[in-house]
Antibody, heavy 124, light 108 residues
Framework: QVQLQGSGPGLVKPSETLSLTCTVS????????WSWVRQPPGKGLEWIGY???????DYNPSLKSRVTISIDTSKNQFSLKLSSVTAADTAVYYC??????????????????WGQGTTVTVSS | EIVLTQSPGTLSLSPGERATLSCRAS???????LVWYQQKPGQAPRLLIY???TRATGIPDRFSGSGSGTDFTLTISRLEPEDFAVYYC?????????FGQGTKLEMK
């Protein structure tokens, strides 16, 4: 079955760029959206954004000026870059697959497969 | 931005009891765009319910979802020990695809 594996540095300095990659195994990127969600320590979930396999993106407006999500179909990977990080960006970062299921005139959307989470600490 | 408010913040119940968790939206959300997840400590969230009321593959039938417009409910009919966790609702109706703040279901 499809598995997602996130990877990247666990420690990033303030003002630098956080870079994470999610590798998809057991399936293709095609026909799905691919998303990033984060969770600060002891807090709830925050949606960061997603990318469609063909390259279209949508970002959380609160992060939009600092976020870039990209996709590399040749490597079956998608990536997150978050610039100018501060301590407030310290979190577990999850990658996830978003499914769009057609129904009668609309779509169901949901995240059905998640990576294990990558802990990122912003500190000097 | 659609704000999702979950209540209660913490729910203390015993195995075998019924749990009712609420998710209230600041603006109307199509039921097709309302999702529930379960998260246990140290784990990624797990999909439970999509389309407000459709159980995901492999989810036991003691979990059910209902609601429309601005009021949605997740019900667990008879709590099992493995059901004690944090539950989040999420909406896909508009950007950003916001989550509720979560309800912690703890064992009494």
């Amino acid at each position: 079955q499809v598995q997602l594996q996130g990877s990247g540095p666990g420690l990033v300095k303030p003002s630098e760029t956080l870079s994470l990659t999610c590798t998809v195994s057991g399936g293709s990127l095609s026909s799905y959206y691919w998303s990033w969600v984060r969770q600060p320590p002891g807090k709830g979930l925050e949606w960061i954004g997603y990318i469609y396999y063909s390259g279209g993106t949508d970002y959380n407006p609160s992060l939009k000026s600092r976020v870039t999500i990209s996709i590399d179909t040749s490597k079956n990977q998608f990536s997150l870059k978050l610039s100018s990080v501060t301590a407030a960006d310290t979190a577990v970062y999850y990658c996830a697959r978003v499914v769009a299921v057609p129904a009668l005139g609309y779509y169901y959307y949901f995240m059905d497969v998640w990576g294990q989470g990558t802990t990122v600490t912003v500190s000097s | 931005e659609i704000v999702l408010t979950q209540s209660p913040g913490t729910l203390s119940l015993s195995p075998g009891e019924r749990a009712t968790l609420s998710c209230r939206a600041s603006h109307s959300v199509s039921s097709s765009y309302l999702v529930w997840y379960q998260q246990k400590p140290g784990q990624a969230p797990r999909l439970l319910i999509y389309g407000a009321s459709t159980r995901a593959t492999g989810i036991p039938d003691r979990f059910s979802g209902s609601g429309s417009g601005t009021d949605f409910t997740l019900t667990i009919s008879r709590l099992e020990p493995e059901d004690f966790a944090v539950y989040y609702c999420q909406q896909y109706g508009s950007t950003p695809n916001t989550f509720g703040q979560g309800t912690k279901l703890e064992m009494k």
